[in-house]
């Protein structure tokens, strides 16, 4: 069987390292880019080339000088015939790509969101209203496949590689068929449905609580900052655990077996602390940042994995009193209105929906 032409939405870090190691697997990949942001990779776009090395001991499965089929900041020109279309943009792109896409899109095509943070809800919202007609699944992971940094113009490096990654597909029942189309992209694992992945999203639980309890640093360090390395002290750590019982609550109160920020990050079932897992973890201690309080650790995880998390757990009827603590705080950070401007039950558009609506929503995608 041919391999699918992939679309990569997304030229930054994980974009970079997504076109490049998937098209030295053979993949044909379109490589698409905003216009407003062409100028950080001129070379690549000039070139349609990308260097990329991994670290002998966790990164990805191959490296080495990448031909990119096509550069583009014409989304059309990417995703015209792709079948499978790959979405490394953060969270607070959902909404404008989802609509940019809702007069793209074609027959057959599996849209992956990476991770997705119940992005799936929020497109297939904003496709309903759009009238779109065109048969295409959603889905989304609960991670971003690399732990990875643009190191020069051109020249990606990826220190770990997440897999498997769980996968959540909109609607559930079409779970099969997306895993086959997406055959060889990622070792992908199938989920229940979409909120059991988006449940066990790593980020909101590890940049939200050492963001902001580490917020001063952040701001006097210059540039010179190592979450993994600085901020998992024992309190921090201790903090993060207990917030990560509200999350996993929810889950339990929707009937997955949900595993804890300590399984996530290890992949094992028995696995350490909470500080060992951070503390000198090869695919993360080298990873610098955030820089300041603009970072996408900030404005992204809080807006659209907190707030859905905090009402998603209402909804179940579990109490998540640091979740809803910790995104308030971030709020008055960034300065944003978490409740007026996040990924709200209206947003993904689920509200009104109990838990058992909801569910089967998930499943056949039907109100």
């Known amino acids: 069987m041919s391999k699918p032409v992939i679309a990569i939405l997304g030229g930054g870090n994980a974009g970079h390292a997504s076109a490049a190691e998937l098209s030295l697997l053979g993949f044909e990949c379109r490589l698409y880019q905003d216009q407003n ?61 989802a609509e940019s896409l809702s007069g793209l899109v074609e027959d057959g095509q599996v849209i992956v969101l990476l991770p997705g943070t119940l992005g799936t809800l929020v497109f297939a919202e904003i496709f309903r209203k759009n009238g779109v007609t065109k048969d295409v699944i959603l889905a989304e992971a609960n991670t971003n496949p690399y732990d990875t940094r643009i190191l020069a113009p051109g020249e990606s490096f990826v220190y770990k590689m997440n897999d498997p990654l769980m996968l959540g597909v909109f609607p559930s029942n079409r779970t099969e068929e997306a895993i086959k189309k997406l055959e060889g992209v990622y070792d992908f694992v199938p989920m229940q449905d979409v909120l059991e992945c988006a449940i066990h999203s790593h980020n909101p639980l590890l940049h939200t609580p050492a963001c902001i309890m ?56 028995n696995p350490g602390t909470l500080f060992k897992e951070t503390n000198g973890n090869p695919g993360l201690c080298y990873i610098k940042g955030p820089t300041s309080v603009k970072s996408r650790y900030f404005t992204e995880d809080g807006l659209h994995g907190l707030v859905p998390w905090s009402q998603i757990g209402d909804m179940a009827g579990v109490q998540t009193p640091l979740i809803k603590a910790f995104a308030t ?6 300065q944003r209105d978490m409740w007026g401007d996040g990924r709200t039950l209206e947003v993904m558009g689920i509200q009104g929906m109990d838990l058992d609506s909801f569910k089967q929503y998930m499943k056949t995608g039907e109100r």
């Open 37 to 97: 942001f062409v100028k950080d990779m001129e070379k690549v776009f000039n070139t349609r080339e990308i260097l990329l090395n991994r670290d002998p001991e966790g990164g990805c499965r191959v490296e080495g000088l990448a031909s990119i089929s096509v550069v583009t900041s014409d989304m059309a020109e990417a995703v015209s015939g792709a079948d499978v279309i790959l979405s490394h943009l953060p969270a607070f792109a959902h909404k404008g790509v």
């Open 214 to 269: 580490s917020v001063s640093r952040i701001e006097r360090s210059k540039g010179e900052f190592y979450l993994y390395e600085e901020a998992f002290t024992d309190t921090v750590c201790r903090v993060t655990c207990e917030m990560d019982k509200e999350r996993m609550a929810i889950g339990e109160a929707f009937g997955y077996k949900t595993r804890s920020i300590e399984q996530l990050l290890s992949g094992l079932e």
């Open 329 to 334: 705080i971030e709020g008055s950070v960034i």
